[in-house]
Every structure is written in structure tokens, then in C-alpha cells.
């Protein structure tokens, strides 16, 4: 199907529901919740009854947005209609399929795509899912009140990094304009997504930054179970610490390794502009974008990082990291 007949069908199937689940990515971020919310107040505004489901819940970053306390952790009762949101790959959305199966519909952004829906509406041009949904509901005939318009926001303002990724075109700052034209109050969206930080996390990026490294063109540090115990940081994530390291200068890649429960690390990848990382991330079972990509690895941090490190390198050397021509 054309991208214009798939997003109609999008569209005519969303209104054809009455009952159903959104669901996203596992450690959701800002666009993963703001799709989330943006798409779920619409449904319901517009008569349907949703439900939006999110494995590891809200968090605490994002937990002020108005409707973030209907999100839940569990599916619910059994509905028509399941629509999966900025989520590259069925293992992404955690143990939240229960008695749907595979989501019908898959909206989303990442290159990396599987295509996993019976209606799949990827755009990889598009900064965030946020930015494709700001463009599509009114579209289908869905009103974007201020609630939905602060929500898409905060998923557009978060995946472009407050409109600063290499990715960001035009559209999608006439889009943020048409959000701002319904209400959305950009200053505070974009403070509270991208600069405000609670005490623990500033101690926390303390930890990671004095552990940093570099070699060559690759900038590196790692995060740990017991640096998290050790400043009472309650995530289990980096807190954006790699948005830290990727502002260094004259860098090619800049990496993170945050330690997990249960023998696993998590690791970041960013880029510069003409260098893709997405396809190194899937070589290790992750996904992402040319130039911001992640992945779950079995392991010890030394048996990951070791792993992780050789790839990069090796891919820098050959080239064989392919050109980012978007
Ligand atoms: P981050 O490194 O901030 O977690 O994610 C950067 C990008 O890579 C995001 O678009 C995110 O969705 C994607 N990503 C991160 N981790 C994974 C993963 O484990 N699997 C897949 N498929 N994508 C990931
Ligand atoms: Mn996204």
C-alpha cells in the first residue's frame, strides 16, 4: 500500500474502534509518552474508550503531563483495536500483548522498523512519532485540544533534542507551531523535558563523567548498579548523560554502558552528522536512527563493553558504518 492509502486506512480504522490500547516502548521516553498521550486523549475526546499501556509505567520526568496518571502497567479488559507507538520491534514493548497478539496498527519513526502491524505508518523522515501524529490527526478528523497538543509536544521538543538533531527539517517546526496554535506552552514543555534535572541525577552523570574515556574519534563511559545505589538514583536508566557526552567536541561516536539487573547492560549510541550507528545497534539485537541508536546486551559490563567497543571500532575504521544522507 501507498504511505497515502496506508494512512487513510490508519485513520478509518481508528474511528472504526471503540475499544482500544495504545502501547509503547519499554523505559519509555519523552516521545514514546507524548505519543502515547497525544493519540490517547484524541481517541477518547473523540468518544472512544482507551487504554494506554506502558510496561515500566511513567516516568518521573514526565509524570506532570496531564492524563501521564491514566497510564497503567497492565492491559486491561479486551478491546478492538491495538495500536503500537514509537516502537521499533515487538521485543521492545515488554510483556504487554497478553490476549491481543500482535498490535494492528504500528505507528512510528525508527529506520529500523520491523513492520510488525497489519497497518504499519513509519516515516523515518519524521523527527518523533509525535511530529508524524501532530501531522495526521487533524487529518483523520481528530481535534488536538491543549492537553494532546502539550503531550505531542513533549515528544517532538524530546526527539529532536529541542530542535537540534541532524534529522530536523522544517516541517516539523511548522508542526510544533500548529501545537503551540492549540495551546501547548513551548518554554515549559521544552524546560522540563530536556534541562531540568533532579539533585540525584546531576550526582549521578557526576559518577558516569568521572569514569569517561576516550580513543580515537570514540568518546565512552559506563554507568553502575551501585552508582545508582550510591547517589539514590531511582531509574535504570542513564538520566540523558549521554546527551552530555555527545556534545563533546570532535567525537565520531559517543557511547554509554548503564548496568542492569539480571546480567544485562544497557548501551547508547550517538553520532555524528555522516555517521550511522543504527545498523550497529541492530547488530546487537537493538535499533534506533542514524545518528541516536541503543541496545540490550547480555553480559558483564567488561564482556559488553569489550564487544561493544571492538564493533564500533571496527566499524569507524572500515567504513562500514554507511553514510547518514538524511
Ligand atoms: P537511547 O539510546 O536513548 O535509549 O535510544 C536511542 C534510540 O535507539 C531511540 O530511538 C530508541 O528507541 C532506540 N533504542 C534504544 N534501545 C533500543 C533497543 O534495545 N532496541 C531497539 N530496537 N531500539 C532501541
Ligand atoms: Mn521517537
Known sequence: MLDEAIRKAVGERLWNARQIRILSHMRP???????????????????????????????????????????????????????????????????????????????????TNTNFGALNLVDPEAVATAALLTECLPDWGFTISQEAAAALMNGLVSDSLGFRTSNMNSKALRLAANLMEAGANLPEIYNQALLRRSYTAARYWGAGLLRMQREDRIVWTSLTLEDRQTVEYNGNDDADLINILSTIDDFDIALIFIEQRGGKVKVSWRSSPGVDVSQLAVSFGGGGHPAAAGAEITGTMEEVQQQVLTATRSALATGTIPENQG
Open 29 to 111: 521516553d519523552g516521545d514514546a509518552i507524548g505519543s502515547m498521550l497525544g493519540l490517547g486523549l484524541c481517541l477518547t475526546a473523540a468518544g472512544k474508550t482507551v487504554q494506554m499501556v506502558l510496561t515500566d509505567g511513567v516516568p518521573y520526568t514526565f509524570r506532570h503531563l496531564q492524563g501521564a496518571d491514566l497510564i497503567t502497567k497492565k492491559p486491561g479488559e479486551k478491546v478492538d483495536l491495538v495500536v503500537s507507538l514509537d516502537c521499533s520491534d515487538l521485543g521492545r514493548l515488554g510483556d504487554v500483548l497478553n490476549d491481543s497478539g500482535v498490535p494492528e496498527i504500528n505507528i512510528d519513526h525508527h529506520i
